[in-house]
């Protein structure tokens, strides 16, 4: 017997465990789709109900009142509401920098208590904050302030650093 003779008693007997196969998986198809539109539906329904929770407040209508709106109208007054809303002024590239150069500089001081670094080096750091504050504030450039410094500083070990 030839190999090839083999190979093609084989074939039909591979084929029909895939057209099997297919069934089997286009039965499963048939048998979750209505199963995952029910899921995406209620996943619908949840959010436009927590949106009319939110948006209600806001446009000044009581829940209680407007206990049945419709999906559109729920909708709808999104739409308008955030349609009226003032747009908010468009700030340069300068103002955002210095903001979030002052928010971090906020956020560096409430978190240096809380690390583990030498009382000298959170001095030098809180200092540095200080500082970069009084620059900000000021309207001068967000950039670290330059300060003379006598020679080398000594290097902690136990400051972490980048490189």
């Keep these: 017997m030839s190999p090839n003779v ?8 591979l084929a029909r465990s895939t057209v099997a196969q297919r069934k ?9 789709k209505p199963l995952l539109e029910k899921r995406r539906r209620a996943r ?3 959010s436009l109900t927590h949106l009319k929770s939110l948006i209600l407040p806001l446009v000044g209508k009581d829940n209680a009142r407007y206990s049945k709106l419709e999906k ?13 809303l003032p ?10 920098y210095r903001e979030g150069y002052k928010a971090c500089l906020q956020r560096v001081t409430a978190l240096l208590p809380k690390t583990s670094l030498a009382q000298d080096a959170c001095q030098r750091v809180h200092e540095f904050v200080q500082q970069s504050m009084s620059t900000t504030s000021h309207g ?3 950039a670290a302030p330059v300060r003379a410094q006598s020679g080398p500083q000594p290097v902690c070990a136990t400051v972490w650093r980048p490189w």
């Design 6 to 13: 083999t190979a093609e008693a084989s074939q039909p007997l």
């Design 24 to 32: 089997q998986a286009n039965e499963l198809r048939k048998t979750l």
């Design 44 to 46: 619908i329904n949840d």
């Design 72 to 84: 559109a109208d729920i909708l709808e007054m999104t739409v308008r509401f955030l349609r009226d």
């Design 87 to 96: 747009s908010a002024p468009v700030k340069d590239s300068a103002d955002s």
């Design 140 to 142: 001068g450039a967000a």
